[in-house]
C-alpha cells in the first residue's frame, strides 16, 4: 500500500493492538506517566473549544475502594494505581455565563451531549496515551451503576456528573484483542443499508461462539434454565439478554434506568 | 524524565501537536488510507462491546454540497475528498434482540449515551488515525444542527442518527495548535475542586485576547453594539455569548433546540 509508513505506523498500531486490560500490579505509574496522559487526553479536539469535562484523578486507596463498590465491585478500580474518572462539565460554563453577565441558556439535550462527547474524545486520548506508554487501561463505565454515589464521592458540583472512569497501571495480565463485527456491519457507502447486516452478525456471532468469549460469563435470565452448550452461546445471545428486561438481569447488566433521574436532580436539562 | 520515549513518542507527539484543519485540497485520499483509518476507527473501546454505532462514508460530490449546506454551509464538507458521519446505532442492536426472541428493553437514557460515546470513541481514533497518515481532519458538530434532514440524506433508519461529521483530505491550509484552559482548570486531584477555576479561566482568556483568536468571528447579540476592541473580547466572552439567548444569536452557534425532538421521533428514548 503506498500509505506512509514510519511515523504513522506507531499511532495506527497502537490503536489496532488495543485490548483492554483489567488486571494491574500495584507498582505506581512511572514518574511523569501521568502528566503525558493528562496533557495527551487534553489535546483532544472539544467542541466549539467549550472544554466541557473536567478529569479527577483517584489514587487513594479508600477512595479507589469506594469506587470499585459503586462499579459493582470491579476489583480493577481497587487494584489500579491511578483511576481518572471523566466528568462532562457544564459548571465551568455557568461559571464563565456569570462572569461574563450572561444568562446560561444551553438547557438542552444538545449541551448533555456536546459535554459527554467532549469528555469521550479526552478519555480516548488518555487511554492511547497510557497504551503508547506501555501501561494497561480499561474504561469503567460501571461507574455510571451508582451515579448519585459517585458524584458525593467525588465531590461533583451541578452540571457535572461521572461518564466513564478509566483504570491505569502496570499491566499484570495481558488481555487478547477481541475480534470486532465484520468491518461491513460498521461502514457504509453513501447511505446507510441493511442489507449486510444480518449476514455480517451471523458470521460474528460464530467467532465469538467458537472462540468460547463468553464462558462462564452468561448473562442469566430469572426463570430460564443456563444456555445449555457454550458453543450456542455468541455475541447475539449474550448481547440480546444484556438489553432485555432490566428486572431479571444481573446488576452488572444493569440498564441503569436511573441515570435520567439523577441527572437531573444535578443539574443537567434534556429539553 | 524516565519514561520511555522510543515507540510512545510519535502517538503522543501526534495527539499533542493536533489542531483541526479546516481547508483541504481537492486530491483523494491516498490508496489504502481510508481502510487503515476505518480499522482504527473499529478498534477503539465499545462498551460491553455492544459496537453501538455505525459509519457512514460520504464521497459523492453532491451529497457532500447537500451536507455543506445542512451543515451551515461549511466550505470544507464541500471541498474534503472524504467525510465520514458517526451514528450511534441501537437498530442493529434491536435487530438483533429479534433475532434473538427477546424484546429490547434498553429505552433509557443511558443506552443514548452509551451508543454516542461509542461512537465518539470510533470517531477520535479516525481523527488520530487521518492525523498519523499526514492527512488533516476536523470534527463537524454542525451536522446536528438540522438532524431530521440529514437522517433523510443518509437514510439513517429509527435507532440511528448523525453524532459527528469528520472531514478528511490533504492538508490545503495547516492550522495552529490551539492553546487550551490551564490544565489545573481541567484536573482534579482526588475530588472536584472550584478553587483554581476563576484565576484560570481569567489566565486563559487573556491567552485568547491577546492571541486575537475571534479576531472576525465574534458572536453578536441582537440589539448589542458589537464588542469595541478585539484585545477585550477573549475565550469567556465568546463563550458566554455562545451559551446564551437562542434566539438572538447566530444559526453557526446554534443551541440546537430541536434535538431532542428529532430524535424521539426517530427511535431513541431519554427515559
Chains 1, 2 share one sequence.
Not at 78 to 98: Q, Y
Not at 144 to 167: F, H
Not at 231 to 243: D, I, K, Q, S
Request: hydrophobic share 40%; charged share 25%; with cysteine.
Amino acid at each position: 500500500m503506498p500509505v506512509p509508513a514510519g511515523a504513522a505506523a506507531p499511532a495506527l498500531d497502537l490503536m489496532t493492538r488495543h485490548a483492554s486490560v483489567r488486571s494491574f500490579r500495584s507498582d505506581p505509574l512511572p514518574a511523569g506517566a501521568l502528566d503525558r496522559i493528562l496533557v495527551a487526553a487534553q489535546s483532544a479536539p472539544t467542541s466549539s473549544n467549550l472544554q466541557a469535562y473536567s478529569i479527577i484523578v483517584v489514587s487513594e486507596p479508600a477512595r479507589r475502594e469506594r469506587l470499585a463498590e459503586l462499579c459493582g465491585g470491579q476489583a480493577m478500580v481497587r487494584e489500579c494505581p491511578a483511576f481518572l474518572v471523566f466528568c462532562p462539565d457544564i459548571h465551568r460554563l455557568r461559571h464563565v455565563c456569570r462572569r461574563q453577565n450572561r444568562p446560561f441558556q444551553a438547557r438542552f439535550l444538545e449541551m448533555f451531549l456536546l459535554a459527554s462527547m467532549d469528555a469521550a474524545l479526552a478519555a480516548e486520548n488518555a487511554l492511547l496515551a497510557a497504551e503508547s506508554l506501555g501501561l494497561g487501561a480499561c474504561f469503567c463505565g460501571s461507574i455510571r451503576n451508582n451515579p448519585q454515589e459517585v458524584i458525593d464521592l467525588l465531590r461533583l458540583p451541578e452540571g457535572t456528573y461521572a461518564l466513564t472512569g478509566l483504570a491505569l497501571g502496570q499491566v499484570r495480565r495481558q488481555s487478547e484483542i477481541k475480534p470486532r463485527l465484520p468491518l461491513r456491519a460498521i461502514v457504509h457507502r453513501e447511505h446507510y443499508s441493511d442489507e449486510p447486516m444480518e449476514d455480517a452478525v451471523a458470521e460474528y456471532d460464530r467467532v465469538m461462539a467458537e472462540t468460547r468469549t463468553y464462558d462462564g460469563r452468561h448473562v442469566s435470565i430469572a426463570g430460564e434454565p443456563p444456555a445449555p452448550d457454550d458453543r450456542f452461546y455468541g455475541w447475539a445471545e449474550h448481547t440480546a439478554r444484556r438489553l432485555t428486561r432490566p428486572e431479571t438481569i444481573a446488576a452488572s447488566a444493569s440498564l441503569r434506568e436511573n441515570l435520567r433521574r439523577v441527572l437531573e436532580a444535578n443539574g443537567w436539562s434534556f429539553a
